[in-house]
Antibody, heavy 123, light 112 residues
């Protein structure tokens, strides 16, 4: 059964870049889509974006200018970079599986989530 | 933008009694291929969300059959036939029919 684990700095300074990685274990990263979601007390759950194992990305319009995602299939991991962060980017960040190329049933859409990691933006 | 509105936002329930959560969209969630990409997830305090239902009514493996999802178009409902103690927490609907995914505000289920 696939498992996801987020990792990265827990504290980021304002105006700097937030970088997180999600390790995929117990299953393949190829031929799937992978997503990042964040959760704040004020705004609830917010979809950040997704990346395919081939590197195709879809980003939230509200974050698009500051966001980039990448995937490294050799390491079975995908990553998130969010630039110019402010206190508003303080949140618990989750990675999740967001679909399978060859599936039309929908059964792989957000079926698996990481445990989440709290990232605080503060000087 | 697609907005999902859940109600109620707080749901005190009695153990063994039914519970129902509504999720309404400001746009139809029927995709061009006929699918409706509406999921329900459950989040216990201190845990990550767990998907219960996908595409409106398909229950995930391991999810008790007391959970059911119904609805179409813009109106969707998650029902718990008999609430158990482990069912407490937040419930969110989420849609992926239109572009990126969006979430409802969440419904907090607690035991009376």
């Amino acid at each position: 059964q696939v498992q996801l684990q987020e990792s990265g700095p827990r504290l980021v300074k304002p105006s700097e870049t937030l970088s997180l990685t999600c390790d995929v274990s117990g299953g393949a990263i190829t031929n799937y889509y992978w997503a990042w979601i964040r959760q704040t007390a004020g705004k609830g759950l917010e979809w950040i974006g997704r990346i395919s194992s081939r590197g195709t990305t879809n980003y939230s319009p509200s974050l698009k200018g500051r966001l980039s995602m990448s995937v490294d299939t050799s390491k079975n991991q995908f990553s998130l970079n969010l630039t110019s962060v402010t206190a508003a980017d303080t949140a618990v960040y989750f990675c999740a599986r967001a679909g399978y190329y060859y599936d039309t049933s929908g059964s792989f859409l957000y079926d698996t989530w990481g445990q989440g990691t709290l990232v605080s933006v503060s000087s | 933008d697609v907005v999902l509105t859940q109600s109620p936002l707080s749901l005190p329930v009695t153990l063994g009694q039914p519970a129902s959560i509504s999720c309404r969209s400001n746009q139809s969630l029927i995709y061009s291929d006929g699918n409706t990409f509406l999921n329900w997830v459950h989040q216990r305090p201190g845990h990550s969300p767990r998907r219960l239902i996908y595409k409106v009514s398909y229950r995930d493996s391991g999810v008790p059959d007391r959970f059911s999802g119904t609805g179409s178009g813009t109106d969707f409902t998650l029902k718990i036939s008999r609430v158990e103690a482990e069912d407490i927490g937040m419930y969110y609907c989420m849609q992926g029919t239109h572009g990126g995914w969006t979430f409802g505000q969440g419904t907090k289920v607690e035991i009376k």
